[in-house]
């Protein structure tokens, strides 16, 4: 079959398309939609390209879709410079521009809000994109995906590309049973070859000893043999850890475990470089540009102070004048009075060296300074959190990674060998470099094996985090009414999933149940029913068994004790009388048909246990739903197949919190609220401390403390009527922002309120505009209340200053 769509699309590129690229083209232009997974940088993007170019070609829209709003706004300004800004627009929930064109970048959730509001902008849509749609494994934001992917019209093709998982076939399966004739195509080749390498002291050492290790592969082979030096540095560390702890005072001596080897072959300790080493070495061995992944912000912030004291320079005379003159002309729109306080002179003197930090604490307009500034050469070394990694366009020659573990928001752990595929796929640029390299910092007590069996492990398999929230119920219920919505839940990724898993489990129960019926039969008697023999046998010695624990239980007993193990008494003796008259206890073979009988009784404990969690994986989607739809009933927001009144607010407020926002409206608890205690009091249903503290949260005097305090209590309420019913969404109220946001709608500056909080200017901008979008979703959910107003007042209160500028 001729392709001439796709002919015409390839000539508008100057290198040839990759034959996973054209595969996935072909299968587009036939009609197919399409589910491509690839390593990253292996520039799956194509693909979606090309169902834009389809859609403009037949005259029909086609959203592109992204997990972030920088992801957005990157792949704006891609699509602008190809087809020209009035036929691209941009929906970020906060940011609006021509969304009425023909191709339209956005959020998923904003698509997702579109398709229940039903909104008339869906018309004439053809193609949707889906990028990093392995996001929808992500817990608190996955359902969004699988949301858009089951209500989507059939007309409309979509086009899913993903990171490598391990189960694509799995999840292309899934795509083409909802959205029918689906073609997967999984792409394990990189475009850049990626060698793996270990640091230790001055040394670059590879990670793999054979010369024949296939780099170009998404991923090693799990019997690559690793390097013998990096083995021989490991047992001489460990030998000279052992040799340390013998030497050490009883009492000091370390557990001998990973944790206190520091020593390698004769005592001498290896040298670990600091950030300015490692940047020499990499610069010696022509290893730059370079990502260093910190993971943490202090850490980033820290290396780049490093380099600003250590006098480092990367970039020409030349380079610094154009990084320069980039970041005057970027953020000199930012108010000037702010720009000291956001540690302006400190960056651009970082730059203008070559040099930057990335992390979600930066004001977004530095961070995409940093992204513009690195893919024109002009940053050489950016020190990142993982953050980065989340399918932002910046390729390195190398990756390097400091550690191997991670603040998980609960302890320290161990990078998945999903995370570090994910993060050193950033390494080798297409087009640019000939090979990419990933680079692992020696640590005392690091294992080569354990590293190495990250780098030659396939991903991460992609398990659906999809449930019902109550938002997601009512517009359900609006849109199709109860019968239908849970058939389309039913359709979920989710419960695909656990069908497959029950499948084998209802292998095992069948098998087990063979196994009870044969068992049953050995132990036939021809006296009488050997299994009710068995049965007295069994509650006589559970009875023996309870009461001895009992006695033991205690020396001193009173008197319900006592008498209680008076009428055990009475009732062993009573089963035991039953038992000797009953015809099978003269049976000669009694102790072997007794023992195939405690067979089967152990196997049908088992056999119940395996039957409920069967039970408890078919239609859980479903039946979490029916529960969701019981509490709303219970509070009034449902009436069978009928979105009451009451209920209708809560389908414009998309929040984990959403049903106490609905509850407070509801009841009026904001009505009396100005502007700024409106914002402050919604603040405590948007903000989640990245970290717990135990610390009062400050808040404003007066009504702000007693709103957030009658909204705690409503929360535990709430709370109590989601336990009757076996559900647990709701997540505790965090006041940790009110103040500020408080303090900001009443329009203190941005310097004092960073110097006195204790927030970032990026967690600043991101707290800010979160409740800049929830207050708005407020306002619309309000009816004629005088909410309303009020928090359209406070929208505009908040949305100044940098906040506005971003």
């Not at 390839?10 to 290198?15: K, L, P, R, S, V």
């Not at 909104?119 to 934001?141: F, N």
């Not at 020659?397 to 570090?420: C, F, M, Q």
């Not at 985090?465 to 919505?485: E, T």
């Amino acid at each position: 079959m001729t392709h001439p769509v796709l002919d015409e699309f390839a000539a508008t590129y100057d290198f040839p398309l990759d034959d996973y690229q054209l595969q996935g083209c072909r299968e587009l232009e036939d009609g197919r939609g399409v589910l491509v997974a690839a390593p990253t940088g292996a520039g799956k993007t194509v693909v979606g390209e090309f169902a834009v170019h389809l859609a403009r070609r037949a005259g029909r829209k086609c959203f592109y879709t992204t997990p972030i709003k920088a992801l957005s706004n990157q792949k704006y300004a891609d699509l602008v410079a190809v087809h020209g800004e009035a036929e691209v627009g941009l929906l970020t929930g906060d940011t609006t521009i021509n969304g009425e064109a023909p191709v339209v970048v956005m959020t998923t959730e904003v698509l997702r809000n579109m398709l229940y509001a039903g909104s008339r902008t869906l018309l004439d849509l053809g193609y949707v994109v889906m990028d990093e749609v392995h996001y929808l494994a992500d817990r608190s934001r996955g359902a969004v995906w699988e949301e858009v992917i089951i209500h989507l019209p059939e007309s409309v093709a979509l086009v899913s590309l993903s990171a490598t998982v391990s189960n694509a076939e799995e999840f292309g399966e899934w795509l083409a049973e909802v959205r029918g004739d689906t073609a997967t195509i999984v792409a394990e080749k990189r475009p850049v070859p990626l060698f793996q390498h270990v640091m230790v002291g001055r040394k670059l050492l590879d990670l793999f000893a054979s010369s024949d290790v296939d780099a170009a592969a998404g991923f090693v082979r799990e019997d690559a043999p690793v390097n013998d030096e990096l083995l021989r540095i490991a047992r001489d560390d460990w030998a000279a850890s052992r040799m340390r702890d013998r030497r050490a005072p009883k009492g000091k001596r370390g557990r001998g475990g990973p944790g206190n080897r520091r020593n390698v072959g004769n005592g001498r300790r290896v040298w670990i470089p600091g950030r300015i080493d490692v940047i020499d070495q990499l610069e010696r061995h022509r290893l730059l540009p370079a990502l260093v992944f910190i993971f943490s912000r202090a850490g980033c912030d820290g290396a780049v102070q490093q380099c600003l004291d250590a006098n480092l320079r990367l970039t020409t005379p030349e380079e610094r004048d154009e990084a320069i003159d980039h970041v005057e002309g970027t953020l000199g729109r930012l108010p000037g009075a702010d720009l000291e306080v956001l540690g302006y002179t400190d960056f651009l003197d970082a730059v203008s060296r070559g040099v930057a930090a990335h992390h979600a604490g930066m004001l977004p307009a530095f961070k995409k300074c940093v992204e513009e500034l690195y893919l024109r050469g002009l940053v050489k070394v950016v020190f990142a959190t993982e953050t980065l990694a989340l399918g932002i366009n910046m390729p390195a020659r190398t990756v390097v990674l400091e550690k191997l573990s991670k603040w998980n928001g609960e302890n320290h752990a161990d990078i998945t060998p999903g995370e570090y595929t994910q993060l050193t796929g950033r390494a080798g640029r297409r087009g640019l470099d000939t090979e990419g390299h990933a680079v692992v910092l020696w640590q005392p007590g690091m294992n080569p094996k354990e590293v190495a069996g990250m780098a030659s492990t396939r991903t991460y398999p992609l398990r659906s985090s999809f449930r019902p929230s109550y938002n997601m119920a009512v517009n359900l219920v609006h849109s199709y009414g109860r019968h239908r919505s849970r058939e389309l839940l039913e359709q979920s990724f989710a419960q695909f999933q656990a069908d497959r898993a029950v499948v084998g489990l209802a292998r095992r129960l069948r098998r087990a149940e063979d196994a009870l019926a044969g068992y049953a039969e050995a132990a036939e008697c021809h006296l009488g029913d050997f299994m009710e023999y068995a049965g007295l046998r069994r509650e006589i010695n559970d009875l023996e068994k309870a009461g001895k624990r009992a006695r033991s239980g205690g020396k001193h007993q009173d008197r319900k004790r006592k008498e209680a193990e008076k009428a055990q008494t009475v009732r062993i003796a009573k089963l035991r009388r039953t038992m000797k008259a009953h015809p099978c206890h003269e049976c000669e073979d009694r102790e072997d048909h007794a023992r195939w009988a405690e067979r089967w009784f152990r196997l049908d404990k088992d056999t119940r246990t395996l039957a409920r969690r069967i039970e408890r994986r078919t239609n859980t989607v479903a039946r979490q739903f029916d529960r969701v739809c019981e509490v709303l009933t219970v509070l009034g927001y449902l009436d069978g197949d009928t979105v009451t009144e009451l209920g209708r607010p809560l389908a414009r407020i998309y929040s984990e919190l959403d049903l106490v926002a609905a509850e407070a409206l509801r009841t009026g608890l904001w009505d009396d609220l100005t502007p700024s205690e409106l914002v402050s009091v919604l603040s405590v249903l948007v903000f989640e401390a990245r970290r717990p503290d135990d610390a009062e949260p400050r808040l404003p005097r007066g009504a702000v403390a007693d709103r957030i305090a009658e909204m705690a209590r409503l929360s535990e309420e709430l709370h109590r009527v989601e336990k009757d019913h076996r559900l647990d969404f709701l997540r505790p109220l965090d006041a940790g922002f009110a103040w500020t946001a408080y303090r900001w709608a009443e329009g203190d500056p941005v310097d004092e309120l960073l110097q006195r909080g204790r927030f970032t200017a990026g967690d600043f901008v991101r707290q800010m505009k979160q409740l800049v979008d929830f207050t708005g979703q407020v306002a619309d959910a309000a009816g004629d209340s005088p909410v309303r107003r009020t928090a359209r007042e406070g929208v505009d209160l908040i949305r100044r200053g940098i906040v506005a500028a971003e």
